[in-house]
């Protein structure tokens, strides 16, 4: 099992960065996949940024490439998104989930099986 915890959320200006983090407790957190989501107000959630269990994969959605960057280290059990250039329309709520599985993250026919409570990502303009 797999318990997660996300950090660094907030306001910011339109242009601007952020970073999130996503902590992660358990003894196997090397062999998740992992991904980021997001829901903006009285929007579904969607797909943000996914990473493979070693690291070596990495798929984004459309609307975040060249600006977003997911990572992780497994030593420390985390998992970070790097945020550039940032737009009012990134606005949301920005989840962390985990899954034996990395079709799991990737796709959205099946939710991954642990997520975390989230933290708000507010870009102005």
């Known amino acids: 099992q797999v318990q997660l915890v996300e950090s660094g959320g907030g306001l910011v200006q339109a242009g601007g960065s952020l970073r999130l983090s996503c902590a992660a407790s358990?003894?196997?957190?090397?062999?998740?996949?992992m991904g980021w989501f997001r829901q903006a107000p009285g929007k579904e959630r969607d797909f943000v940024a996914a990473?493979?269990?070693?690291?070596?994969?990495?798929d984004y959605a459309d609307s975040v490439k060249r600006r977003f960057t997911i990572s992780r280290d497994n030593a420390k059990k985390t998992v970070s998104l790097e945020m550039n250039s940032l737009k009012p329309e990134d606005t949301a709520v920005y989840y962390c989930?985990?899954?034996?599985?990395?079709?799991?993250?990737?796709?959205?026919?099946?939710?991954?099986?642990?997520w975390g409570q989230g933290t708000l990502v507010t870009v102005s303009s």
């Open positions: 989930a985990a899954d034996l599985d990395y079709m799991r993250v990737l796709l959205t026919t099946t939710p991954p099986r642990y």
């Open positions: 358990g003894r196997t957190f090397g062999t998740y996949a």
């Open positions: 990473v493979s269990a070693s690291g070596l994969r990495t």
